[in-house]
Nanobody
Framework: QVQLEESGGGLVQPGGSLRLSCAAS????????MSWYRHAPGKQRELVAR???????DYSGSVEGRFTISRDNSKYSVYLKMNDLKPEDTAVYYC?????????????WGQGIQVTVSS
């Protein structure tokens, strides 16, 4: 069974930085897209950043230039480096992977991790 585990969240002051990590474990054949989403209270879930299997990245306009997504295929992991954090970045962040545990792909989600930006 595949599981995704996130780490690296917490409380940070405006202008600060955090690095989120997400590692997949279990039976994994291949991983295509890896993504980060976030969900803030009273708002819809938002795609923050995505990285393809060959490293092509895509960002939400609200984070472009401040956040960087990367992946380490040897560790089945995806990272989100967040710089110049703003209070509006406060949310629960979820990693998502388009993953092949066998011949068929499926979407897997992490449990979510809180990021709070506040002075």
């Amino acid at each position: 069974q595949v599981q995704l585990e996130e780490s690296g969240g917490g409380l940070v002051q405006p202008g600060g930085s955090l690095r989120l990590s997400c590692a997949a474990s279990g039976n994994i054949f291949r991983i295509n897209f890896m993504s980060w989403y976030r969900h803030a209270p009273g708002k819809q879930r938002e795609l923050v950043a995505r990285i393809s299997g060959v490293g092509v990245t895509d960002y939400s306009g609200s984070v472009e230039g401040r956040f960087t997504i990367s992946r380490d295929n040897s560790k089945y992991s995806v990272y989100l480096k967040m710089n110049d954090l703003k209070p509006e970045d406060t949310a629960v962040y979820y990693c998502n992977m388009d993953l092949y545990p066998d011949a068929s792909a499926a979407l897997y989600w992490g449990q979510g991790i809180q990021v709070t930006v506040s002075s």
